[in-house]
């Protein structure tokens, strides 16, 4: 009774407001509470008693909400209440012209099944609160489910019915294309039925059939549409009169074989591209524009799990057959099929093999072919019953860059002939060794693969002319070159070894640029802070110009630290003095022999040689390897007498460095230096090149030597700087 009571002063207080009021019989109040069957009895505490009246009354309010919802959720499922959306209307408009304008909107736009009705109606009542507070988009979209399509009274039988008769006496089978792959896509029933298509609903859209039949199949006059024209049409059964001529299509397709698009070569025109435009009708988000690389799933994604309709991604595709047709109408293509197509690839730089794309310097300049083929084929009458065709001449290549490039098309013509008579008789002597191995085995290593990239390479080179892109093309050449080596290798063979300077083996840029435009190869250059003898690389190691520098990018070093060590470190290399001329000549007592009047050769040089102590050639390690291979022959004090001698030498060369720093410090500040004669100008050279060469890691090849050079540096220094100091 308390909470009744307690809970009556809380209706008072809502009722007549929070001033205390009398609720005695007869008031305001007590005439407003009894009718809605609650009476209050007591005045310093009441007492609630609820009659029947008031459970009626919430009842029939219940009864009056719930019949509110019916009404309102029916209404919102009604075809009148999506047509009060102004974005709708067209497609209402649609629906309503169609032949499914007896079925409501959300026969087909919510699956069967209560439960996915309630899901997708509350997707709906989100549309509707856009719409309301104006945050919808101009383009609605809504997935069709083939549950909708195939539920009970509507097309539950389609699949069943076998073969049916479209316009024009096209024959389609409905189960083969809904319960079975198509060009591996699980198609849908909006994927032919587009329910997006304003003007019409639910119709079939021609267009999809023929991207899904004809993309892709149609390649000049060749025309083999997907499943063949006979399994749509089957041709007229009647005779047709063309130019006076009566014609049957059965004398000709039935018994003679002829396919169709001998004489309808126009019947397909536009290729079903898919440009990116096309994404950003759908998508605004940088990580969903991005085109995916398996376009299977893209397709599986899109059309099996969103009802996305074809035409929304793909551009149209007619198929149309046109009764008219104007005699040699058609272009040069019909008859002259991709000409040239490999002279485009070779000027853009694409379409090789194992190589990457490089462009020509000429097409990333945007210049055409009518920029070197200048000069026309043919004169006369000849030219004018024929027709004429323009073709390179160098007056363009000297026209624009001078005549330093005069001749200079001829002699990469020549080359490229060089080049690929060394690889031909390369490639037929690999393909025999790959015949004789089998397929079997050449399967198994991939050098069937290999084989195959090198003889299109060699192939795309000859068709496409290397001289449209001399720098790929020579490229590819020495790909193709590599990838007969490492067929070879790969079946335990001896690779077929060109040249020391083959051209196909790497060494093509001078040739084809550099000498005809009067470049010159540098003596020395500079690579990794040292003096690096280029020439020698060339002309006496046979270093080929793109083992070092890149092949695609014009003057770019490919070369890193590591590739150096690879090549001169490598186990077969021992020929240390080619670089290490100082340390060697030292090492066997020969350095600055005349300066010091004998030759002291280190101890160890008569039994060890250079890989004796330096074992394992690493970078910023060699000391360590020294030392380890110290203790291999010898014990580890050994170890603390090699950094004695570095330590020693270190000081040594330390002392002299600052000494002829000092001397000529001297001679320059008071101008003595001139009078010094010839022979003691040499002497003060010597000792400069003595002290420089002798660095601490380098005298610790022959300590005894080293030390014995300094001494005597010194005193020569001691000398010169005595006789200038005496010179008047």
């Keep these: 009774m308390n909470r009744l009571g307690r809970f009556a002063a809380r209706l008072k207080r809502v009722i007549l407001g929070p001033e205390d009021e009398d609720l005695r019989p007869g008031s305001t109040g007590h005439r407003i509470l009894g009718w809605f069957g609650i009476h209050l009895l007591g005045q310093k505490r009441d007492r609630l008693h609820l009659r029947p009246r008031f459970f009626r009354i919430i009842l029939i309010a219940f009864l009056c909400l719930l019949a509110l919802f019916i009404g309102l959720f029916e209404f919102s499922t009604s075809p009148r209440f999506c047509n009060s959306c102004h974005i709708m209307r067209p497609y209402y408009a649609a629906w309503k012209t169609s032949s499914h304008n007896f079925v409501p909107c959300v026969e087909c736009h919510y699956p069967p099944g209560r439960r996915d009705e309630l899901r997708v109606k509350f997707q709906a009542l989100t549309q509707v609160v856009k719409f309301v507070t104006r945050t919808y988009g101009s383009r609605p979209y809504a997935e069709v489910e083939d549950a909708s399509c195939l539920r009970g009274g509507c097309h539950d039988t389609r699949l069943l019915e076998g073969k049916v008769t479209f316009k024009r006496g096209i024959v389609f089978d409905h189960k083969p294309h809904l319960t079975q792959a198509r060009r591996g896509r699980k198609l849908r029933c909006t994927s032919c039925h587009s329910q997006i298509v304003v003007g019409t609903h639910m119709v079939v859209t021609e267009g999809t059939c023929f991207l899904c039949h004809f993309k892709g199949t149609v390649h000049g006059r060749t025309e083999n549409p997907l499943a063949g024209c006979p399994s749509c049409h089957q041709p007229p059964s009647t005779n047709i009169k063309v130019g006076g001529v009566t014609f049957s299509h059965d004398e000709f397709i039935g018994k003679r074989h002829v396919p169709c698009q001998n004489c309808h070569l126009d019947a397909v025109s536009g290729d079903g591209r898919a440009p990116k435009e096309r994404c950003e009708l759908c998508h605004n988000e940088p990580g969903k524009l991005k085109i995916p690389a398996d376009l299977a799933s893209l397709h599986d994604n899109h059309v099996t799990t969103h009802n996305v309709d074809c035409s929304r991604c793909h551009e149209e595709i007619v198929h149309a057959v046109r009764t008219t047709l104007t005699p040699l109408e058609y272009g040069c293509d019909v008859c002259h099929e991709g000409k040239h197509k490999a002279q485009k690839q070779m000027f853009m730089g694409t379409g090789g093999r194992d190589f990457p794309a490089v462009p020509s310097h000429m097409f990333e300049t945007q210049l055409d072919c009518t920029a070197c083929h200048t000069e026309p084929l043919l004169s006369g009458d000849e030219a004018g019953l024929s027709g004429q065709t323009f073709v390179a001449s160098q007056k363009a290549c000297v026209k624009c860059h001078g005549e330093k490039y005069r001749g200079l098309v001829a002699s990469w013509k020549k080359t490229f002939a060089a080049m690929i008579g060394e690889l031909e008789p390369k490639l037929a002597a690999v393909s025999a060794a790959a015949r004789k191995a089998g397929v079997g085995r050449m399967q198994s290593t991939g050098a069937d693969s290999l084989l195959s990239d090198a003889r299109y390479n060699l192939n795309f080179v000859k068709i496409g002319r290397g001289v449209h892109n001399v720098f790929y093309a020579a490229g590819l050449l020495n790909a193709a070159n590599r990838n007969l080596d490492a067929v070879m290798t790969s079946l335990g063979e001896q690779p077929l070894l060109l040249g020391k300077h083959s051209y196909a083996g790497g060494d093509y840029c001078a040739v084809l640029c550099h000498a005809g435009v009067g470049v010159e190869m540098p003596v020395t250059v500079q690579a990794f802070n040292k003096s690096m003898p280029h020439r020698n690389h060339f002309f006496e190691f046979g270093v080929s110009c793109t083992e070092c520098h890149s092949a695609q990018n014009h003057k770019q070093l490919d070369l890193k630290p590591g590739d150096c060590n690879a090549c001169h470190h490598a186990p077969s290399r021992t020929d240390c003095a080619a670089c290490h001329d100082v340390q060697s000549k030292l090492y066997r007592g020969s350095l600055f022999s005349s300066f010091s009047g004998e030759d002291a050769p280190s101890v160890m040089a008569a ?61 320059r500040q008071s101008d003595k230096e001139r009078d010094l004669t010839k022979p003691e100008l040499e002497k003060l050279k010597s000792v400069s090149e003595i002290i420089t060469a002798l660095a601490p890691r380098t005298a610790v090849h022959n300590t005894l030597l080293s030390r014995s050079l300094l001494e005597k540096a010194l005193q020569e220094l001691d000398g010169v700087e005595s006789k200038a100091r005496s010179a008047r």
Aim: hydrophobic residues 30%.
């Design 607 to 667: 039994s060890v040689e250079c890989d004796g102590c330096h074992t394992g050639l690493v970078p910023r390690r060699i000391k360590k390897t020294v030392a380890e291979a110290c203790e291999t022959c010898h014990d580890k004090s050994y170890r603390q007498i090699l950094d004695e001698w570095e330590n020693e030498m270190e000081s040594l060369t330390g002392d002299a460095t600052r000494r002829l720093a000092s001397v000529r410090s001297y001679l």
